[in-house]
Structures are given as structure tokens and as C-alpha cells.
């Protein structure tokens, strides 16, 4: 048997191996059925109430879009701007 037999044979030996674990896991994860988290109802969630000063702060908010510095944007929220100012 040469060396290039040798590595083939330990590759398909390998590849077998993986395509009997990936098999089994399959097999074990599709038994068992995915659970959904329990809905809240509607009538429990109520909307925060507006006053003059979160308007006021919503308006003076920044965008706070990071970059991958770890900089944040420095326009204000919701900026009809493709770009972002960084600082």
C-alpha cells in the first residue's frame, strides 16, 4: 500500500465516521418536536404614556449606530441619511 492509499483510505474512514454521527443526530433532534414560548395576550401589554418631556427626549435622541470601532452615530434618531457621523 503506497502513502496515498494510506490517506485516502484514514479520509474515508473519517468521512464514514461523520456520516454516521451527523445520521444519528439527525435522527434524534427530528423525534423530538420544537416548542413554540407561550404567547402573552394582547390585553396585558400597555403602550408607555406620552409626555412632554419623552417627546421632548425622543427628539433630542442619537441614532446610537455603532460602528466597528465600538464609535456611535451622532445624528439624531431616525435619520433620513444613508451615512453616519461617528465619534
Known amino acids: 500500500m503506497s502513502k496515498m492509499d494510506g490517506l485516502r483510505a484514514m479520509r474515508e474512514a473519517r468521512h464514514a465516521e461523520m456520516q454516521k454521527r451527523s445520521g444519528a443526530a439527525t435522527k434524534k433532534t427530528a423525534a423530538r418536536p420544537p416548542v413554540a414560548p407561550p404567547a402573552a395576550p ?18 433630542d435622541e442619537l441614532c446610537g449606530h455603532r460602528n466597528m470601532s465600538g464609535r456611535s452615530c451622532t445624528r439624531e434618531r431616525g435619520h433620513a441619511a444613508k451615512s453616519h457621523r461617528y465619534s
Request: aromatic residues 0%; glycine residues 0%.
Open 42 to 59: 394582547a390585553a396585558t401589554r400597555k403602550p408607555a404614556p406620552v409626555t412632554a418631556t419623552s417627546v421632548e427626549a425622543d427628539a
